[in-house]
């Protein structure tokens, strides 16, 4: 049996919208864990409408900014690759230990 915690919660709220925003997570978060949803207000307004990853089940929750990175491969020649790193959109991650 797994005892689901805050995380889990937000996990169900992410599946039941679809979309999960950061806008979504300080609602949610506002009714119970207002540290979390003050960590993430303090992200600003230009990531109010970022995609909010949820990773792990419990209470104790970690917010942090990620920049995702996308690797193309173009044929310099036939038998070299290169391989230069795109910025990504980025994201929250709130993992919940």
């Known amino acids: 049996m797994l005892i689901r915690g805050i995380g889990g919660r937000l996990q169900d709220e992410a599946k039941r919208l679809g979309r999960f925003t950061v806008r979504d997570a300080i609602a949610f978060l506002d009714g119970c864990d207002t540290a979390t949803a003050g960590a993430l207000r303090e992200l600003g307004e230009p990531w109010l409408d970022r995609q909010v990853w949820v990773r792990g089940f419990?209470?104790?929750?970690?917010?942090?900014?990620?920049?995702?990175?996308?690797?193309?491969?173009?044929?310099?020649?036939?038998?070299?690759?290169?391989?230069?790193?795109?910025?990504?959109?980025?994201?929250?991650?709130?993992?919940?230990?």
């Open 58 to 97: 419990g209470n104790r929750l970690t917010v942090v900014r990620e920049q995702a990175f996308r690797t193309v491969a173009h044929s310099v020649y036939p038998w070299r690759l290169a391989l230069p790193r795109d910025a990504g959109t980025p994201y929250v991650q709130i993992s919940a230990d």
